[in-house]
């Protein structure tokens, strides 16, 4: 009897194990960079980088960048660039268990459209006002500060008898920006079906960053949907105005890091390569800050010495590295932090490519990556504890009689 309870706690002593081992291996990442380009090689910023799962929905999205990384976990995905007046770029990518820390960057190519941008039938209408397409706005976040990414999802639906042509979305954030400027973002031109036909509802995700000059407040944002009617060219304009929709509020604590400015963004093997970090404190309070500099593959981790950011002050710093000779061709992430306050920190990317050419003085503006490892760690703490349960009840079951004695007047103690 003893022994077959030994077989049985032994195998439940392994399973526990490889329970909190599998826990921590599910939540593997990779550091995705991806970079766009024209037809022509050359870098182009682009409206937005989206990468999408496989079921569809938006796993990360950047705007207003030519270079960026996302990291993912294992799965499949979709990476879609988008920019107003070229073709969108897409490339499928998946990641495994056995996948790299740091993938190959992913080099989207965008080419120029030839399709109109706007009507070009005659045109019976200047824009009548018309709620046949509906707008359902929902906000991912409310309060933010200067820096954050807010993304707006809208639902676009033609509630009308006739199809919706050439549709535009372009959504404002008002007087967000410095000197009282708007923020705006636009959707790709799309079309829709007419009501109660398939494809009569058009679901966009628009991402905006709040620029960092942002003054404290609340700010209206304003949807403003137009489109043309299929069969009489008739045109027509929703406007949705969602006041003091945004509520931007500056933390105590907070410096970000606006800008990774690259001396090239390809090098050979032994060269030298100079980094300029742009950080901002966007914060209350004045900071005593360092910036490091680092890459693990390439072998490089540089810390600057501290020295004091001011409230509403921006600086850039300067670090240089050299790649090593044995380096291997290849795209390498550059990582850029800014630590401050208790502990606190921001950090971006950037990437470079080691052999080929490349271009001088390239500037990223990468959005906030956040890595995350909680599953893991509580699946490896779970998998120790039920261990430990285990032991106990197998000395239990098998401490000497005479042991039980000692054991007894412990407990009383």
């Known amino acids: 009897m003893k022994r077959t309870s030994a077989l049985i706690l032994g195998v439940v002593f ?25 037809d022509n ?91 046949d397409l509906t707008v359902d ?32 979305v372009t959504l404002t954030v008002k007087g967000i920006d410095e000197n009282g400027e708007d923020v705006e973002v636009e959707a790709e031109t799309f079309d829709l079906n007419d009501e109660g036909s398939d494809d009569n509802v058009e679901v966009l995700s628009l991402a905006l960053r709040v620029p960092f000059t942002a003054e ?13 009617n299929e069969d009489t060219n008739e045109k027509f304009i929703n406007q949705v105005v969602e006041e003091n929709a945004i509520e931007v509020e500056r933390q105590d604590h907070d410096v970000r890091v606006t800008e990774i400015i690259l001396s090239e963004t390809a090098v050979d093997a032994g060269n030298n390569v100079q980094v300029g970090i742009t950080i901002f404190n966007v914060g209350l309070q004045d900071e005593d800050v360092k910036i490091r500099v680092k890459s693990t593959e390439l072998g490089v981790d540089l810390t600057s010495g501290q020295f004091e950011l001011d409230e509403d002050e921006e600086t850039t710093q300067h670090m240089s590295f050299t790649v090593p000779k044995n380096t291997k061709n290849g795209e390498y992430v550059i990582q850029a932090t800014v630590m401050f306050g208790d502990s606190e920190s921001k950090t971006e990317f950037a990437t470079l490519k080691v052999g080929g050419q490349g271009k001088d003085g390239v500037s990223v503006i990468p959005l906030t990556t956040t890595i995350s490892n909680e599953f893991g760690s509580i699946g490896l703490v779970l998998g120790i504890i039920i261990a430990l349960v285990v032991i106990a009840l197998v000395s239990k079951e098998f401490i000497p009689a005479s042991w039980g004695v000692r054991t007894e007047i412990i407990r009383r103690r």
Not at 17 to 34: D, F, R
Not at 91 to 105: E, F, G, H, K, N
């Open 14 to 38: 392994v399973l526990s194990i490889l329970a909190g081992a599998t826990s921590t291996l599910a939540v593997q990442t990779s550091v995705v960079p991806v970079s766009t380009v024209d």
């Open 41 to 131: 090689g050359q870098s182009l910023t682009v409206d937005s980088i989206t990468v999408f799962n496989s079921d569809g929905t938006v796993a990360g999205k950047k705007t207003g960048v030519s270079s960026t990384s996302f990291v993912l976990e294992k799965g499949t995905y979709t990476i879609v660039a988008k920019k107003s007046g070229y073709k969108d770029a897409d490339r499928d990518l998946t990641i495994t268990d056995q996948s790299p820390s740091t993938l190959a960057t992913s080099i989207l190519t965008l080419q120029k459209s030839n399709e109109p941008t706007g009507g070009t039938g005659s045109g019976t209408g200047t824009g009548a006002t018309s709620q």
């Open 137 to 168: 706005l929902e906000i991912s976040e409310d309060k933010v500060s200067p820096g954050d990414v807010v993304t707006f999802d809208l639902d676009i639906e033609n509630t009308a008898e006739y199809d919706a042509e050439e549709v535009e």
């Open 216 to 228: 404290e407040g609340e700010y209206d944002v304003i949807v403003d949907v137009e489109w043309k």
